[in-house]
């Protein structure tokens, strides 16, 4: 399968906001923030579960649900806000979930259309600060923001480029079976840069890694299960339910489940230096690409525009 079979890509719904008029600059570097779960955000909902002991990121991105500048700032904002939110909780916290709002899509990745204005207006600068941004996020999912964490990505539908990427860099994958998952940035020369190579090598050898990265394919939620990259398959729906039973179960050797995640984590190391050579490497490669490289992430682009009609809410979290 490739990226263009995807029904994800042709369907047409009406769109739904739900965001706030604040101005994003009131919160943009918060001092000492003495509610942080009241934060007003335009591109994510946070929330502490009143049950389980999970605290919930859910994208809801302005527009197509891709990775964009608004979107990377409100994390980077909500992270530093973190350690409060879990100090003030009136019971421990042990897991961080990272999930989406928009119907039949986790992420469908990087702003395609930044890259390209970028590429023709040669504004380097601005695309290796987006990608920086890029990784200060997922080094907070690698390190579980340096807190008794285990960090958990929920895919409720299509995961394609940084959107996988943002999933491969938590340490479980709980998915739905209709989800696809994959890297098509080879479809306009390019690769995943956001630490794709990173995680996968981690997770299935370099080899089976640099094939998933160079082949363009898109896999199902059960293929990922079997070949070891996503830990749960849950049925159609039922993704949160699912993630619940994980934890409910889990969190009894919540101490043994942490410990051996960190030492998964030491006997094959990711480091911080390492995601950012790489995408710097990124950032020259985008820099080489083609006119004809460009016409063909414009079709890509236009795919992705179709996505923006396809953004309703669910509130489920919850439930």
Not at 33 to 42: E, G, M, Q, S, V
Not at 81 to 99: E, R
Not at 238 to 256: F, I, P, T, W
């Amino acid at each position: 399968m490739t990226l263009l079979d995807l029904p994800s890509f042709r369907r047409s719904n009406i769109t739904q906001k739900l965001i706030n008029k604040q101005s994003r600059f009131a919160y943009a570097k918060p001092q000492q923030p003495t509610a942080p779960l009241d934060a007003a955000y335009d591109s994510i909902d946070i929330e502490l579960d009143a049950s389980d002991p999970i605290f919930w990121c859910w994208m809801h991105p302005l527009g197509r649900p891709i990775v964009t500048s608004e979107l990377l700032m409100d994390l980077k904002t909500m992270h530093r806000s973190l350690p409060v939110i879990l100090d003030q909780a009136k019971k421990p916290v042990g897991y961080y979930v990272f999930a989406s709002r928009t119907r039949g899509t986790y992420s469908l990745g990087g702003d395609l259309g930044f890259f390209a204005d970028s590429v023709r207006t040669g504004n380097r600068a601005a695309v290796r600060a987006y990608a920086h941004d890029c990784i200060d996020v997922v080094w907070q999912h690698v390190t579980s923001f340096n807190r008794p964490l285990i960090t958990m990505a929920l895919v409720q539908g299509d995961a394609l480029g940084g959107g996988f990427e943002t999933a491969l860099s938590c340490d479980v994958i709980v998915a739905e079976k209709s989800a696809k998952m994959g890297l098509p940035e080879v479809l306009f020369n390019l690769f995943p840069g956001m630490g794709a190579y990173s995680f996968l090598t981690r997770r299935v050898g370099p080899a089976e890694a640099h094939r998933m990265v160079t082949s363009g394919t898109i896999y199902s939620a059960e293929q990922l299960h079997a070949m070891g990259i996503v830990d749960v398959v849950a049925e159609d729906g039922e993704g949160v339910y699912a993630l619940r039973d994980y934890v409910k179960r889990d969190y009894r050797r919540h101490n043994s489940q942490l410990a051996s995640l960190q030492a998964r984590k030491r006997v094959h190391p990711i480091t911080e230096a390492e995601l950012r050579d790489i995408v710097d490497i990124w950032v020259d490669a985008v820099f080489r690409l083609t006119d004809i490289d460009l016409r063909r992430m414009a079709r890509l682009i236009t795919a992705q525009e179709r996505r923006r009609t396809d953004s309703s809410i669910k509130h489920i979290a919850a439930e």
